[in-house]
């Protein structure tokens, strides 16, 4: 099972997508580089990263931080 919950365009050829997956009895979440094939359909990279629903609250948190300091900053 495999649900998109969006792309955000990269460059002209590459797109990283959001998903929610389920791995061995396990829902991820899953950042990814997709690439545009010859056809135009999208193609997985190696380039990304999974993580556990617990994992991915965690790295929500930080992310808010990190958006915080960003914006104080200017």
């Known amino acids: 099972m495999s649900k998109i919950i969006g792309d955000i365009q990269k460059n002209c050829k590459e797109v990283i997508r959001a998903s929610v997956n389920n791995y061995k009895g396990r829902d991820i979440f899953d950042l990814r580089v997709f690439y545009e094939d010859d056809q135009g359909e999208h193609k997985p990279t190696k380039k990304g990263i999974a993580f556990s629903v617990e994992t991915f609250n965690k ?16």
Do not use: G, S
Request: charged share 30%; hydrophobic share 50%.
């Open 59 to 74: 790295v929500f948190e930080l992310m808010k931080k990190a958006k915080m300091q960003i914006i104080n900053k200017n």
